[in-house]
């Protein structure tokens, strides 16, 4: 910090919210090292415009700062205001002379939804994946391959699923889910490119059973994976959850197809993504 005292400004920081329903506000700075502080409700037009405010003293020096709050829309209780609206921390300037310059202020306009209104359950909601229309049922934008090929690629020790579990009764996909590992002895990266796909094998750190997950972007892909991982002289049993012939992560994302391949070292699995899709393999050691 480039300054020429340390005497500390009091600078008042406000958020609007024009009717999004935002709440539990948070102001987060780097001059008090990121630590999270509850802010003031100035006023509130009955869910029409809400304003909170805080007074914080800051040094001579550039200081980012946010928001975090409680976001009804996809009930997340430490959602980054900014960066969920695609926009920049703030940043605030405090010249050796005492004088402020930059962002005192944050305003966040009405996303298109009544904050007081509530969610309820739609037929959509019910019945069918949704749209991806605001008001119908929210998803996420890839095919259900691909969901299954990110307990490969992102490495986690601890993984989920989430939802109602009703939503995974009889739902032949979630046995890759019950079974995959998430303690790895060795991991592959065999192929990729960043922005655009990515293969990768890991190990079972408990057994000799390797599983494999492909993601593709936008763009429909076809691999030959070499097995050069597997041992010598052994065969395995996979089970290929991928996409089928007609899936698409907009119009078709729920077309999963499974089946069964024995495999070796020397062979090379073919596969085919489809747009926004994926491939998630188990590849289990035959005694």
Request: net charge negative.
């Amino acid at each position: 910090m480039d300054a020429e005292t340390d005497d500390e400004i009091p600078v008042k920081i406000t958020f609007i919210d024009e009717g999004n329903g935002y709440s539990n506000i948070r102001y987060k700075g780097g001059e008090s090292f990121w630590q999270t502080k509850p802010m003031i409700p100035e006023s509130s037009a009955d869910g029409a415009v809400a304003v909170w405010s805080i007074t914080e003293m800051m040094k001579p020096g550039e200081w980012e700062w946010g928001i975090s709050a409680h976001d009804v829309l996809i009930d997340n209780n430490n959602a980054w205001l900014p960066s969920l609206l695609n926009l920049k921390n703030r940043k605030i300037n405090i010249s050796a002379d005492g004088r402020i310059s930059g962002d005192v202020s944050i305003r966040i306009p009405n996303q298109g939804f009544d904050a007081k209104a509530g969610f309820t359950a739609s037929k959509e909601d019910m019945e069918s994946i949704g749209t991806n229309v605001f008001g119908k049922t929210q998803r996420v934008n890839t095919t259900l391959a691909k969901q299954l090929a990110y307990y490969l690629v992102l490495y986690s020790p601890m993984q989920m699923a989430s939802d109602f579990i009703e939503n995974y009764e009889n739902q032949p996909a979630f046995a890759f889910i019950k079974e995959v590992p998430v303690d790895w002895q060795t991991t592959e990266v065999i192929d990729g490119e960043i922005g655009e796909y990515v293969t990768i094998a890991r190990k079972d750190s408990n057994s000799e059973d390797w599983y494999l997950g492909s993601i593709t972007n936008e763009k429909s892909r076809d691999f030959s994976i070499p097995l050069d991982f597997l041992d010598e002289d052994k065969k395995y049993v996979a089970t290929i959850y991928r996409d089928a012939k007609d899936a698409h992560w907009e119009h078709n994302p729920l077309a999963l197809t499974i089946e069964e391949a024995t495999l070796e070292k020397r062979n090379k699995l073919r596969l085919k993504l489809a747009p926004g899709g994926g491939v998630a393999v188990s590849i289990k050691a035959l005694d």
